[in-house]
Every structure is written in structure tokens, then in C-alpha cells.
């Protein structure tokens, strides 16, 4: 490790170092600073795993959207299951075969609303203030991160880095 250089981590080429210099200013009392300085592929690698995070964020908060809207559209077919089965129990059929076959339909057609509005209720939320607030939160985060790192990755691209910020080519 070379004098005056701590922290210093050498990587296949790349560098991240943390170094100490000595300021001989008479006006301020002389003393330690510290500086940093690191490599544009480690930026690079920031930045696109700042892009990862936000872009998977945003997908998750599209996902449950999906499954939201799933479990609406299983609400309403359950409530159109409802009402067909009280139309036809309403219908006046001929006969005892033909009542036995409404009964019949009738009870199918409640069985299975009651099997849809179950599977509505699993998918549903039950706070919708607080889980807005929350996807909201998640998809501002996942685009402030893809927005980051965005920003790193063109940090890195910079021909020659930004040496007067610590960021070496």
C-alpha cells in the first residue's frame, strides 16, 4: 500500500480509495483532510444497479395494479352470478322436472359466486388510503432510482471522469 493512502482496495484494475493528506495552511492551524476519490466502472455498477432496483420496484407496483384489477373483475362476476341465479329463481318452470333443473342451476350459480367472491376477497386490500399511499411511495422510489442511476451511468461515461469530484477514469 502505498504511503499516505489508507483504505486503499484494489479490485481487477478498479480502484476505490480513501486518502490523507496533510494541509500545511499556517491561516487555518494545519491538520488532516480526507478526500475520496473512485474509479467511473464502480459508478457504472452503481448506476445500473440503481436502474435494477427502481425499474423492478415500478414492476411490482404494476403487478399488484394487475391483481387489483383482477380482483374487481371477480367482484362484479360474482355479483352478476348473484342476480342471474335470483332471476331464475324467480322463473316460474313447468312441471317438477323443470323446477328440480332451476333449483339445480340456481344452487351451481351461487356456488360458484360464492367460490369467485373468495377469491376476489384474497386478492383485495383492505385499507385502500394506506395501500396508496404505499404503491405510491414504491413507484416514486423506483423512479428516483432509475432516475439515479441514470445519472451515475452518464456520470461514468464522461470522457477523463470529474477529477475535481474524486471520480478517476
Not at 476519490?37 to 464502480?42: D, F, H, I, K, P
Not at 384489477?69 to 331464475?88: I, M, N, S
Request: include cysteine; aromatic fraction near 8%.
Amino acid at each position: 500500500m502505498a504511503a499516505g493512502v489508507r483504505g486503499a482496495e484494489t479490485t481487477r484494475g478498479v480502484t476505490l480509495s480513501l486518502r490523507r493528506t496533510m494541509s500545511m495552511n499556517c491561516a487555518s492551524g494545519g491538520g488532516e483532510t480526507w478526500s475520496w476519490s473512485v474509479r467511473q466502472g464502480w459508478i457504472q455498477i452503481a448506476g445500473l444497479i440503481s436502474d435494477i432496483s427502481g425499474f423492478l420496484l415500478i414492476v411490482t407496483e404494476w403487478w399488484n395494479a394487475v391483481i387489483r384489477e383482477r380482483a374487481v373483475e371477480l367482484f362484479h362476476t360474482a355479483k352478476r352470478y348473484e342476480e342471474l341465479a335470483e332471476g331464475l329463481a324467480r322463473t316460474a318452470s313447468a312441471g317438477p322436472l323443470g323446477k328440480r333443473f332451476m333449483d339445480y342451476l340456481a344452487l351451481t350459480l351461487l356456488e360458484e359466486k360464492e367460490r369467485v367472491f373468495t377469491r376476489a376477497r384474497q386478492l383485495a386490500d383492505h385499507d385502500p388510503v394506506r395501500l396508496f399511499r404505499k404503491r405510491l411511495r414504491n413507484f416514486v422510489t423506483g423512479a428516483a432510482l432509475v432516475i439515479l442511476g441514470f445519472a451515475l451511468q452518464v456520470l461514468s461515461a464522461i470522457p477523463g471522469g470529474l477529477p475535481i469530484v474524486g471520480i478517476l477514469p
